[in-house]
């Protein structure tokens, strides 16, 4: 029992390390990066550093720390359980519990808002408004919210607000509709549950909230470029539907994750910009955070040449870590 309770503070213990040594490192280079005038800003930039630390822990949990504890811990072993490591334990766990509650009280809150549309929903032919053999659900709904909504990750469902369905030109509402089919596209609903649930220490600090805060502003950008593509017409249609929208909104009521929006109290004027500005609605870029993917490949392909050395090493710390902890 003693070995076991060991060997989980050990691994919490760990995850706790890569998990501030990489919320530190984005830190970091968002500071580092503004000094010198560089900043994401692509949605797959902003995400990979929001999700970096999180994502540091695991691989560095499954791809190192639990091999070398598995193999290399001699089987007899018995070692005393200090407080300073069931402290570290306690913390890593109070941040997974805490981004799981976080995760899931966004979902229930945006069941709860999907069961009230659906009380009195009206199922609509969206031949006017997109193809016909189109599969997405879509449902005009009772909402004081002017609402134009994909929800769900599993099961996506578009509710459209009474009010907006009719104030809305057909051509306005074919482009919002267009814009939440790019959420759709790019599973952005259950990207904004990746990021509450990210057990993280990066979600305590104003680095983390702005990262968040950027991605949801990227995303909208990229959503309003995939639902216009070249299209000046269009792209003009959408602003318009997009400006009207904001007009009706009253005072910010952010919808929980799973739920994507087609205004989500970001930048308006970045969007109108995009969409209106003089060369024309702008693709959206193919690239992604390929300094962060390059980074990446390079340190793998070290660590899968040194493998044995680094499993040693790993084994060393932990061992450095209970007599530390004593």
Not at 81 to 109: E, H, I, Q, Y
Request: charged content about 20%; hydrophobic content about 55%.
């Amino acid at each position: 029992m003693t070995r076991a309770l060991l060997g989980v503070s050990l691994v919490l213990t760990w995850f706790l390390l890569f998990n501030v040594a990489g919320s530190l490192a984005v830190t970091a280079a968002l500071r580092l990066g503004a000094a010198a005038g560089w900043r994401a800003r692509t949605a797959g930039s902003l995400l990979g550093l929001r999700l970096l630390p999180s994502a540091a822990g695991l691989i560095g949990l499954v791809a190192l720390v639990l091999p070398a504890y598995l193999w290399l811990e001699p089987a007899g072993a018995v070692e005393p359980l200090g407080p300073g490591l069931l402290s570290a334990a306690l913390v890593s766990t109070w941040l997974t519990g805490r981004a799981l509650l976080r995760a899931g009280r966004g979902w229930r809150l945006a069941h709860a808002d999907v069961r009230a549309w659906l009380h009195d929903a009206e199922r609509i032919d969206r031949a006017p408004f997109g193809r016909e053999d189109d599969a997405l659900p879509t449902y005009v709904v009772t909402d004081p919210r002017p609402i134009v909504a994909l929800a769900g990750v599993r099961r996506p469902r578009l509710f459209i607000a009474r009010q907006v369905a009719e104030q809305l030109s057909d051509e306005e509402l074919s482009a919002a509709i267009a814009h939440e089919r790019g959420h759709l596209t790019a599973r952005d609903n259950l990207k904004r549950l990746l990021l509450r649930a990210c057990p993280d220490v990066l979600a305590l600090l104003p680095a983390g909230r702005r990262l968040e805060c950027a991605w949801i502003g990227a995303a909208e950008l990229a959503a309003d470029a995939r639902a216009v593509g070249a299209d000046e017409h269009r792209a003009a249609a959408l602003a318009s539907a997009i400006v009207k929208v904001a007009r009706m909104m009253p005072p910010p009521q952010p919808l929980a994750a799973p739920v994507s929006t087609l205004h989500d109290g970001g930048a308006i004027a970045d969007r109108i910009h995009q969409l209106v500005a003089p060369q024309g609605p702008q693709a959206v870029s193919a690239r992604g955070p390929w300094i962060l993917t390059t980074a990446v490949v390079a340190l793998a392909a070290i660590a899968a040449v040194e493998y044995p050395a680094l499993l040693s090493a790993v084994h060393q710390i932990s061992e450095a870590l209970v007599r530390l902890f004593v």
